[in-house]
């Protein structure tokens, strides 16, 4: 058994996930739409990632005893105005689920309930490497705009300089 209080922000926290699947496989119906189906593709997996990170908060509450309890679904955005768009959107949804794997870190920790505080370490892990995934791709997007594919074949060449010993 959990605290109360602790077992229904992790139960936000796995509906959370439910709905960051339910956007990202909406984001993949625009890709899809545009036939670009290596987005889509992206957006498909990245979906289903979401769904794998909910079962994680499903399998958490169950071996601590309490239930996990299913909440509904909202609409999530679907009409974009361009990749950068949805991009953009992606970006800023995961710094939101930054910000709630934060607090429930903070709750844990203030509960000195320190399985919990274990369980969510990969969660800031996987947080970081989210924002950072988006962040790149936004990059390169913008480096096509800045200076065309050429300009993003210098970076990778510019990557693998080494320093003269
Ligand atoms: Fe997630
Ligand atoms: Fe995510």
């Known amino acids: 058994m959990l605290p109360e209080k602790l077992t229904n922000a992790l139960n936000d926290q796995f509906n959370n996930e439910l709905q960051a699947a339910h956007a990202y496989t909406a984001m ?18 990245q979906s289903r ?10 399998h958490y ?11 509904s679904l909202a609409e999530p955005k679907n009409h974009f105005v361009s990749a950068i768009d949805v991009l ?11 910000s ?6 903070t709750l844990a920790d203030e509960l000195q309930e320190h399985a919990t505080l274990s369980f969510l370490d990969w969660f800031i892990e996987e947080q970081m490497e989210e924002e950072k995934t988006f962040r ?18 210098m970076d990778d060449e510019f990557a693998t300089r080494k320093m003269e010993e």
Do not use: C, W
């Open 136 to 153: 790149d791709i936004i990059t390169r997007v913008r480096g096509i705009e800045e200076g065309g594919e050429y300009f993003l074949k």
């Open 100 to 105: 709630n794997i934060y607090a429930l870190v």
């Open 49 to 58: 990632e979401e769904h794998f990170h909910a079962m994680k908060f499903y």
């Open 28 to 45: 993949a119906a625009y890709f899809s739409k545009k036939g670009y189906h290596g987005f889509a593709n992206f957006y498909l997996v």
């Open 61 to 71: 509450l169950t071996a601590m005893d309490e239930k996990p309890v299913l909440q």
């Open 88 to 98: 953009e959107s992606s970006l800023a949804q995961e710094k939101d689920v930054t």
